[in-house]
């Protein structure tokens, strides 16, 4: 069996070892677990490395490990149209801070990814020029998708704006 | 008295050719717009008839999915997939059941494989016809849009007889189809199949070289490869931009390696290659369902669903006279399936582009996380950029062969 993907994972611990914390391929998925400081570091290099070409970012979401510390995961998931590749990366962020750097600058597909995050999970993303809520609405409390946010709670009434 | 008139009417020519400044106006259109199929908000500020800037506003069918999959078992968030694009509900379907199966590392029977293949493709086709039909629809032309439903009418004919669902079939189970295809199938499908093939014939002869629809599509909406793939943008859109990229044949899944098709490209990434890559997807997709008959038949009846205890459910005769058997039905009726703890992300070809899902098991019944990476959502935000400067009335087309579906971009 090819390993698949695990190339892309070696050029990364090579070039930049000190920002990945950890690395696995269960189930052939290639994952790196990261320094959430360094993201935009490890995206570039994905991004422009000759030997890993991930052209795009397919995917963006976050999880919410609310009995973890730190406690949200932002998962980014990273497609190679050059090298037929894939490959995950992990970054977790502290609730205290629920920030992290916006790619939006090297990757434009996160532009609507990062403010569905933000809508759902309450992640900020720093530099991120227009991050307002992506499928709610602007009245909204609270961030759905976080753990402690229970299925069955109402949410306000909003009358007319004008 | 000559000159005086021919100044006068200098004047008034120079009026008439002046580039009249307006003040640019602010229009909303939507969310529930006559010329869009689908419930999205367009803010446009106008500067003419131009779009000088586009603000797209979607979630107005949010309706908690992924919240929803994650109080629930997880049999329980099949039918919350068929919900996502109700075109080709099956689908999305195989998307998430297939990676449930990666996380149980589970084989499924290969009759299984080859009817998921036949349903996929027959969702694929309804829902190109949707797209190119609903198009038409909102570019004025009302029979190829009645040409589309009546294909996709006989579709639909097929996915009851397959599934006894017409639209939201809930059809695929972790490990398995809900029941093998009835012996009547396969030459009810090759009667349909030609049937839809006149009807595309139909559609072909007075769309495709129809001068309106020409006019409408040929140069608008304009998208690039680089800009796609900056964009992260799959499916027939990024095709017609001229990338190959089709995961059935990148990543094959199922029993695609062993089939004959070919993906078709466009050149320029306008609306008209997207209409000519979605036809030619269709008449592939026939192709591949005719392989799939004939395998099914060759293959002869046999098992549909996964031996697998952790996932399959008893026979009803033996439940109802063994106790380990009785026991082992309520267990998977009021728990469902334990997926081991760990994390998979994987995305099948739909008919919109790539459909992914990442799921994450904390080891329990009840999925931890269910993304849903939505084609939908992602082929639409890099709409604003592809209209800059368009016509008002260039919208429409684009909107259309972006083929937002609401259901799964708001979710």
Redesign the interface.
Known sequence: MEDYGSQALRRLLEALSDAVLETHA??G?A?AQIDASRIVDVARLLRDDPDLQF?????L?C?DYIEQEPRFEV?Y?F?S?AR?R?V?IKARVAADVCQIDSLIDL???A???ER?VWD?YGVRFEGHPDLR?????EEFEGH??RKD?P?ERRQPLVGPRN | MAENADRAHEALAEDFERDLHTERQILNMGPSHPATHGTVKFLIELDGENIADLDIQ??YL?R?F???C??GTWYQAIPYTDRLNYNSAILANIGFCMAVE??L?LETPIRCQWQRVLASELSRIGDHLTRCGAACLELQAMTPFLYGIEARELIWDLQEVLCGARVTSNYVRIGGVKHSMPDTFPAQCRDHIAKIRELLKDFDGIVTGNRIFVDRLKGTGVISREEC????V?GPILRSAG?P?DIRK??PYLTYDEIDFDIPIGEVGDNYDRYLVCVEEMHQSLRIVEQCLEKLQELGPGPVDTMDPRVRWPAKGRVFNQMEEMIQQFKSVTEGPRVPI????F?IESANG?L?F?L?SDGSAVP??V?C?PPS??N???MPGMLRGALLADLIPTFDFINMVGGEC??
């Open positions: 269960k189930l998925d994952t052209e795009m970012l397919t995917d979401t999880v998962v998931h497609y149209v037929n894939r995950r990757y434009p597909s532009d609507w990814m569905e759902m809520r992506l499928l709610l609405y759905p998708l946010y299925k | 979607v979630g949010h908690g992924e919240k929803e994650e109080s990666k996380m590392e793939l900056r964009y992260a799959t990338e990229l990148q990543e760990g994390e998979v992300y995305a790539e992914g990442y994450v931890y996380k993304r990476r959502l992602i639409l935000a890099p708001d979710r």
